[in-house]
């Protein structure tokens, strides 16, 4: 997807209209100028939890979304500093393989806001192929919890009507930690396809470095999210170019 | 590139590779289940573990359990160094380690490794017998009553497989109350027993003779469903629980409609307070039940348990139920054997080959409101407190009340 994406603007916006190819695709003074946008996209969470002797919960990766803002500085050719502000959804799913609670599932929808920083590196010169390094810091908005549960209702009556839940996630000041931050790291591409602005497809792997609870307990296993996002995002190029400068690169 | 750029970038590569490694590492811990212990701290250690992980009420619970562990351990360290520990010293030992933790239906029973004597530790037992309305049961004097009560026709007792009686009291306009008392929430088990024909059949007489043929089919052809019977008493005083099967045929029949009570959640992990999501904790009618029009009066005191509680909360959500008498023991969450393989809470351990067994609940319920009457019990909707001097007296007054209320409406 990440490659068809690529090829296809690559296809679309490298050809002018009388049939040659442009030049120059990356603004060519891109130094001291910075750049907004807008990107959405997809997530995986993954909920990393060592579960211990409860060996029949198994934590799976359920699939999210992720939309923002986006800047970008740079001060010298191949180096973008980078902040954006990010709705991304960190989703995982309990499912239960013993015999007698196999129907049991929980699937945990969590929002998060979250502000990377990232030094975006750039390779290339008329089609830019970027690295980020950063990290970033978050906080968890809000969570929903569905799926289906053991009641004393079915225990009584066997009636199963009552183990299916659907809940907005009530927070717990002893045991969630709200507060996020870790890693920010990726590849991506960036195209111009207009004197202003880029197109770019993007992957992040925020890989949490925060116990999504806090420390309330002597033996407690920590709880991570690991999160990898495919951003399709669009930036404008503010200000004007520094001919001098973008000589010198 | 040149060689500086290079460089810029392993370095970010490097940084972030070294804060790669910074999550924390899991914590190894024993399936307090399953643990073979050799030491009095080993068993410590392992019942502390599994309360800390396994224990339903920690979201509520007033005991600092690290600090348990804290003042604690050195006593039991000090059991090893001196190579054991009277059964005095472990009784009390365990006792001051569960001291005062909320949950009603708990019970520690551990081997002591030089005796082999078990000793019990069970926190309600600090707190039950200090209320002020607080008496032992009387069940075998109350019972023996029940056929010398003005009007009483129709007496029916059980045997001691299943202690159950039942009787039929004159109601008001010409009418009659059939009144039920059991012992303990094993009426489907002792039923079935009987249909194997493991029991005499008179071991569920006055079952039969107030349910029906059926017992656990609900209310069928038995005295509390005849025309002229305008009330049912069931009596659950000194009952200490039994079996959720129980639950519908014998008290979800006397109502037509599903009842609703209130939530329930469960233990999901080994975090303190990783729970389950609340679910509605609601029950329907037995398909074969009262019609709805009879009065459903539960009589409870201080020794009605778990099983006897629960009936409680459900006549209460009926329409026509009335609870009469005390305020009852306070274990409210039900549990289910086995349940800690399911749900990694609830009962742990085994004492014939661990040297160890705790009883504990695994399901937590709230009423309506999200309120737990855990380790508080079920306020009546009619108090009445036990009489001693009446009973001295050859009179019931818990039941007489319970009489009064469906003769007079008051």
Redesign the interface.
């Known amino acids: 997807m990440f490659l068809a994406f690529a090829c296809v603007c690559l296809a679309a916006s490298s050809q002018k209209s009388d049939g040659t190819f442009r030049s120059t695709m990356f603004p060519a003074d891109p130094i001291g100028r910075w750049n907004v946008g807008l990107f959405g996209g997809i997530d995986r969470n993954t909920h990393v939890v060592d579960v211990g002797y409860a060996t029949d919960m198994k934590y799976t990766p359920m699939g999210g979304a992720t939309a923002g803002l986006s800047a970008g500085y740079h001060p010298v050719g191949w180096l973008t500093l980078r902040a954006d502000l990010a709705w991304v959804q960190k989703n995982y799913r309990l499912d239960r393989d013993s015999y007698y609670v196999s129907f049991m599932y929980t699937e945990s929808t969590n929002d998060y806001i979250l502000l990377p920083l990232a030094a975006e590196l750039s390779f290339g010169r008329t089609f830019r192929v970027v690295a980020h390094v950063g990290g970033y810091v978050g906080y968890w908005l809000s969570g929903k919890r569905e799926g289906q549960s053991l009641s004393v209702s079915y225990l009584i009556s066997g009636n199963d009507e009552d183990t299916f839940f659907e809940e907005d996630y009530a927070f717990d000041e002893t045991r969630d930690n709200r507060l996020d931050a870790g890693l920010d790291f990726g590849v991506g591409m960036r195209l111009a396809v207009a004197k202003r602005f880029d197109v770019s497809v993007d992957m992040h792997w925020y890989y949490g470095l925060t116990d999504v609870q806090k420390s309330y307990m002597t033996n407690l296993n920590p709880r991570y999210n690991t999160t990898r996002a495919l951003q399709f995002g669009i930036a404008y190029w503010l200000g004007k170019g520094n001919e001098k400068k973008n000589k010198g690169e | 590139?040149n060689i500086s750029?290079v460089k810029k970038?392993y370095t970010?590569?490097f940084?972030?590779v070294l804060?790669?490694g910074?999550?924390?590492d899991?914590?190894?811990?024993?399936?307090p289940d399953r643990h073979f212990c050799y030491t009095y701290v080993d068993q410590f250690e392992t019942i502390w573990?599994g309360i800390?992980?396994g224990y339903l009420f920690w979201?509520r619970d007033t005991v600092d359990?690290?600090a348990v562990?804290e003042r604690m351990l050195p006593v039991f360290r000090q059991f090893d160094s001196k190579g054991g520990a009277t059964d005095e010293e472990l009784d009390r030992a365990y006792k001051q380690m569960v001291h005062g933790l909320l949950d009603h239906h708990m019970y520690v029973q551990v081997k002591n490794l030089k005796t082999g004597n078990p000793v019990y530790a069970d926190p309600a037992w600090d707190e039950v017998p200090y209320r002020d309305y607080y008496h032992y049961t009387f069940f075998d004097q109350q019972v023996a009553l029940l056929k010398t009560m003005e009007g009483v026709t129709e007496y029916n007792e059980g045997n001691d497989y299943f202690r159950c009686y039942s009787a039929l009291f004159p109601g008001s306009d010409g009418k009659k109350i059939a009144y039920l008392r059991f012992r303990s929430f094993a009426a489907t088990s002792t039923a079935r027993s009987v249909s194997y024909g493991s029991l005499p059949v008179a071991t569920v007489g006055p079952l039969r003779w107030f349910y029906g043929n059926g017992v656990v089919d609900g209310v069928t052809n038995g005295w509390a469903g005849r025309s002229n019977v305008e009330a049912v008493i069931i009596d659950l005083r000194g009952n200490g629980g039994g079996n959720?099967?129980d639950?519908?045929p014998l008290i979800?029949s006397l109502t037509p409609t599903k009842t609703d009570i209130g939530y329930?959640?469960?233990k999901?992990?080994?975090?303190?307070?990783d729970y389950?999501?609340?679910?509605?904790?609601?029950?329907?009618s037995h398909p074969n039940h009262l019609d709805g029009t009879k009065k459903v009066v539960l009589l409870v005191d201080v020794n009605s348990v778990s099983c006897s509680e629960l009936s409680a909360c459900i006549v209460q959500s009926m329409p026509h139920g009335t609870v009469i008498g005390e305020r009852t023991y306070g274990a409210t969450c039900?549990l289910?054997p086995g349940g800690h393989?399911?749900?990694?809470s609830g009962v742990f351990g085994d004492y014939g080959s661990l040297g160890y067994y705790v009883y504990t609940s695994n399901?937590d319920?709230v009423d309506k409101e999200y309120k737990s009457l855990e380790g508080v019990g079920v306020t009546p909707d009619i108090e009445c407190l036990f009489d001693f001097n009446a009973l001295q007296n050859g009179r019931d007054n818990q039941l007489e009340r319970a009489l009064e209320y469906i003769r007079t409406g008051k």
């Open positions: 590139m750029k970038i970010l590569l940084v972030a804060f790669a910074c999550r924390k899991a914590v190894e811990v024993v399936n573990t800390d992980q979201d359990w690290d562990y959720l099967d639950i519908r979800c329930t959640r469960h999901e992990g080994l975090g303190r307070l389950s999501a609340w679910t509605s904790f609601s029950i329907d039900p289910i393989d399911m749900l990694y399901f319920v």
